[in-house]
Each structure stands twice: as structure tokens, then as C-alpha cells.
């Protein structure tokens, strides 16, 4: 019963507590894109509002591909 409470505790975090602290135009910001996943040629940068996606942006041609 106590890890039941422990785990709605984390939800309503994750859901409404995390959201609110994030900005909703940082991503825009640093011209990135929210996605559910970055492709080979981005990295991720933030967290999106939505807490399933997440911020990526082009990777600069200096930096390893690994």
C-alpha cells in the first residue's frame, strides 16, 4: 500500500508540479524542436512542457556524432 502512495505521489508530480516549471517557449527559444525522440543529426537540449517529448536541436558540425 505505501509504494501505491509513493507512486501517485511521483504521477502528480510528473503530470502537474514539473510541467509548471517548465518554460513553454525555451525550447522555441534556443530553436529547437519538441519531439518524441532527436534523429541521429540532433541532441537534446530540454524538457518540452509535455512530459512525453523532448527539446532537440541541430548538432553542430564540430561535435562527435557518437
Not at 11 to 21: E, G, K, N, Q, R
Not at 50 to 61: D, G, L, Q, V
Amino acid at each position: 500500500m505505501k509504494i501505491f502512495i509513493y507512486l501517485l505521489h511521483f504521477l502528480c508530480y510528473v503530470t502537474f508540479i514539473l510541467p509548471a516549471l517548465v518554460d513553454p517557449n525555451r525550447c522555441s527559444k534556443l530553436y529547437g524542436q519538441c519531439k518524441k525522440r532527436c534523429s541521429k543529426h540532433e541532441k537534446q537540449i530540454e524538457i518540452c512542457l509535455s512530459p512525453s517529448k523532448i527539446c532537440c536541436i541541430e548538432r553542430a558540425f564540430e561535435e562527435d556524432l557518437s
